[in-house]
């Protein structure tokens, strides 16, 4: 195995916290989505009359498929983008278009996605969980931790072949 590069050893703290908090969500985010999805212990602490007034659902089945696929797999797949920065051919626009890893816009989309989320429960839902506050926490520290300098030098795409800088 290869010896980390001087980059890798000096993550700075904003991304190391944003690659702990997209791991943090995406393994919530997977064994939710599951509980949801198959009805396991979700029905009992989310009775299917709550989804009487949201639109166009009618059982937890898509709403745990968001929350697993997109938030929990999703995150997973991002967390590793940012801890080791590969390079996928089908994502350079998103790395021309903004100077970063794809995986810095993706971490802001998730965050974004997450504030969403939440914001929408509470709209739809009864009552105010404190997980809701967690994570939307969660999604707003997606959202400002990769805007900071620390983070966007890190990882910034150089000008010289689209590699990515130390």
Do not use: C, K, N
Not at 54 to 59: E, M, T
Not at 127 to 136: A, E, F, N, P
Not at 138 to 165: D, I, K, M, W
Request: glycine letters at 12%; proline letters at 7%; a positive charge.
């Amino acid at each position: 195995m290869a010896p980390a590069s001087a980059a890798a050893r000096h993550r700075p703290a904003a991304v190391v916290t944003t690659m702990a908090l997209l791991v943090f969500l995406g393994v919530s985010a997977v064994f939710g989505g599951i509980e949801l999805t198959f009805g396991l212990s979700a029905t009992h602490m989310f009775p299917a009359d709550w989804l009487d007034r949201v639109p166009l659902i009618d059982s937890w089945v898509l709403p745990g498929l968001v929350l697993g696929i997109g938030f929990g797999i999703g995150s997973l797949v991002v967390a590793y983008g940012m801890l080791r920065r590969p390079r996928w051919g089908w994502l350079a626009p998103a790395e021309l278009a903004t100077g970063q890893h794809w995986s810095w816009a993706a971490t802001i989309g998730l965050g974004l996605g997450q504030v969403v989320w939440i914001l929408l429960e509470l709209v739809y839902l009864p009552g105010v969980s404190s997980l809701q506050v967690v994570y939307g926490g969660v999604g707003a520290a997606l959202v400002v931790l990769p805007a900071l300098p620390s983070a966007r030098h890190h990882l910034r795409r150089s000008q010289q072949g689209g590699a990515f800088e130390p």
